[in-house]
Every structure is written in structure tokens, then in C-alpha cells.
């Protein structure tokens, strides 16, 4: 696949790392930590094909991808029992096809309310950050 320039989720580079960490990959997807975790347990579900939207790929692809991020949702909801898992596709700024994953729990942040996309309020150490990822690749990497 062709490396598209200025792309976080394609490059993997310091883009990325300036809000993620990659856990793994999935057949049309590559899941993403999400570092700031006020929502503990969210990730990124990124497509591996550098497209726009949804209705850029082939039916085939779509397919595929949406069992990914179904195949991460239920992941979550067994790893971490949230009440609701929000799904956000945004593509304002960052041209590529991915899913935010957003686990909410009635007793913690933002319940009842629209996730905030980067709230800046909650990171963990390293070792934190490796337990999860632990967790979503026990579950992810079957």
C-alpha cells in the first residue's frame, strides 16, 4: 500500500504517537490506544486503506471493516463493561476512515453528554498504557 504523506494512521510516525498507540492490526483495520483515556478503554479502529470515507471502499472492504470495528466494540464491552460504547466518525481534519470507540460508564465522565473529542484531562504512565493494550491484544489477537 502506498504511504500517504502527513497521514497519522498511515505513516505510524510521531503523528500518531502524539495521540495513540497502535495495539494491533485487524484485516481491514489498525486499532489504535487512544492516549488521553477519561473513557477508559478507548480506541481508534483506522482503516488500512488511506480513503476518505466509508463509501470509498468496496463493499468487500466495508464489510470487513465494520466486523473490525464490531470485533473491538465487543472486545470493550467484555474487557470493560461500559453501560454505552459512543461510535464517532469524524473526518473534518484528518482525512482518513476511522471510528472512535468511546466507552461510557454511568458513574464516570461525560455520562449523558456527547464525548468531547480530546478532553487533555487523563494519561497514564507507560506501564498503564501497556497493561491495556495487553488487554485489547489478548482479546484481538486470536
Not at 46 to 59: E, G, N, Q, Y
Amino acid at each position: 500500500m502506498k504511504e500517504i504523506m502527513n497521514c497519522s494512521y498511515c505513516d505510524e510516525g510521531e503523528l500518531l504517537a502524539a495521540f495513540g498507540i497502535k495495539i494491533c492490526e485487524l484485516p481491514m483495520s489498525k486499532v489504535i490506544l487512544f492516549k488521553e483515556q477519561s473513557h477508559k478503554g478507548r480506541v481508534i479502529v483506522a482503516c488500512k486503506k488511506h480513503v476518505d470515507d466509508i463509501t470509498c471502499l468496496s463493499k468487500e472492504d466495508r464489510i470487513q471493516f465494520m466486523e473490525d470495528v464490531n470485533r473491538v466494540a465487543e472486545a470493550m464491552h467484555e474487557l470493560f463493561h461500559p453501560e454505552k460504547i459512543n461510535f464517532g466518525a469524524y473526518g473534518d481534519t484528518m482525512h482518513h476512515l476511522h471510528f472512535h470507540l468511546v466507552p461510557k460508564y454511568k458513574e464516570g465522565f461525560e455520562w449523558g453528554g456527547v464525548f468531547q473529542m480530546n478532553p487533555k484531562l487523563l494519561f497514564l504512565k507507560d506501564e498503564e498504557y501497556e497493561e491495556l493494550i495487553a488487554l485489547y491484544r489478548s482479546k484481538l489477537e486470536r
